[in-house]
């Protein structure tokens, strides 16, 4: 670890803490004279030692650019996952990233493994899964059936505490919840995936969208492949939020009162951003030790922390004044090279009732980002959306300039967030001393 004093605590899927862990936190942080507090929530990842490794790598600059602070850090563990096809900028490559575009669609024994660590007692249904993949058959039956495995497999509808948190939108109130991906049409579902695919991996791929996409039966399971990935992280952004607001919030208030002079700030990559604000949710009343909330490429809902959303009146964002329990501003980073979140994440986030065809769309209009980003778009595509009074930076304004004292702050980041190969691009390059000079500025951490 490039930086101490440092400490790690570990949830599981229910958000219940590691109790050893979470103590020593409590105990050690006064001890150490510490005054601000850096949290760090990681996105997709596969192991503990993946989510180290980024954090000491993100905040290894930190003690250079705020050489007088009496600084601490956290890194957060929980159980998340990625595909091993998915190279992330400045880490070393997997071997399963150098596995030929042609046979991407089959489930590689890295990512298959990955599957069965954060899916336990699920064995059965991978073998299945990974089997139709491969075999690639082309009758319609078999892709309905793929759908059916991939339901059971991220536990739709989700049982247990997880039920409440998979929601970003309240309609009257009510969590709305039900992707068209998981309960729609399955083989609708793979064609759309496919055809995004297609233009996210082929350098002309607009010009071939201009011409019409043509699919045998066997290319559709390249989008069976992309539903099984955006299935598992769709149940990743439900776990964020049950991790965030029945554990993270609940350390957090323990915190304030064994170290009430403690400042926070809380940091997110990816549903790691879901995770620290659904935190916010999760803090006792009263608690106002959290300083400042940064979200770094946030793979969640734009619209959030919305009141209204501009289409619906009687609807709002699943957080909705949750960045008032703040006592400071949210800080919400974005980038418009992630296709992560430009492309696959409207998809995936398009709700059962929507009566768009994306197949006919797509092969008319290569913008998925226009086509469903204005409804379904994430945070770290076009930053916070809907909320009044919303400033608005270029990173390098950002750097310069003192940012605002509280209510949402969206910095275009993409001046160094803009490396990354398909299907993801840049949504894990966010290793940036220029990134952990915005944590800093945004918790005035001098």
């Known amino acids: 670890m490039s930086v101490r004093p440092y400490w790690e605590v570990t949830f599981d899927a229910d958000g219940d803490v590691d109790a050893p862990e979470r103590d020593r936190l409590l105990a050690d942080v006064n001890r150490q004279n510490v005054r601000d507090l850096l949290v760090f929530a990681h996105g997709w990842n596969n192991q503990r030692s993946g989510a180290t490794r980024l954090y000491s790598r993100f905040f290894a600059p930190v003690p250079s650019l705020a050489p007088k602070a009496r600084l601490g850090y956290v890194g957060v563990i929980w159980p998340s996952m990625m595909f091993a096809d998915e190279p ?36 059965t249904v991978v073998e299945q899964i990974a089997r139709l993949l491969e075999q690639r058959p082309v009758d319609g039956a078999s892709l309905e059936e793929f759908g059916r495995l991939v339901r059971l497999l991220v536990d739709v509808p989700p049982q247990g505490p997880q039920a409440a948190f998979a929601a970003d939108t309240l309609a009257e109130g009510v969590p709305e919840s039900e992707p068209e991906m998981l309960f729609g049409d399955t083989a609708r579902a793979c064609a759309d995936f496919a055809r995004a695919l297609e233009l996210v991996e082929s350098p002309d791929g607009a010009a071939q969208g201009a011409q019409g996409f043509s699919f045998t039966p066997k290319g559709v399971w390249d989008g069976a492949h992309e539903l099984l990935r955006q299935a598992t992280y769709y149940a990743m952004k439900r776990r964020a939020g049950t991790v965030g607001e029945r554990g993270l919030g609940r350390v957090i208030g323990q915190l304030a009162q064994a170290a009430p002079n403690v400042r926070v700030h809380l940091i997110g990559h990816s549903f790691g951003g879901r995770l620290v604000s659904f935190t916010l949710r999760g803090l006792p009343e009263g608690v106002r030790t959290v300083k400042s909330v940064t979200l770094l490429q946030g793979a969640f809902s734009h619209y959030a922390f919305a009141a209204r959303l501009p289409d619906d009146p009687h609807a709002s964002g699943v ?65 916070v959306q809907a909320v009044d009074g919303t400033q608005r930076y270029v990173l390098a304004d950002a750097l310069k300039r003192k940012l605002p004292a509280s209510g949402c702050v969206n910095v275009d980041a993409s001046a160094v967030v803009c490396h990354g190969d398909p299907p993801n691009g840049a949504h894990s390059d966010i290793v940036h001393r220029e990134l952990a000079q915005v944590v800093l500025a945004a918790g005035r951490v001098t």
Request: with cysteine.
């Open 88 to 123: 992330i900028p400045n880490f070393p490559a997997s071997a399963a990233a150098e596995v030929p575009k042609t046979a991407r669609s089959q489930l590689d024994k890295n990512s298959r493994h990955a599957l069965l660590e954060v899916f336990p007692g699920r064995a």
């Open 319 to 383: 957080l909705h004044g949750q960045q008032n329990r703040i006592d400071g501003p949210l800080v919400c980073c974005w980038s418009r090279f992630d296709s992560a979140l430009s492309t696959f994440y409207p998809l995936a986030s398009r709700m059962a009732g929507d009566d768009r065809s994306l197949a006919g769309d797509l092969a008319e209009n290569f913008d998925v980002g226009r086509l469903l980003g204005a409804k379904w778009g994430a945070m770290g595509h076009d930053g």
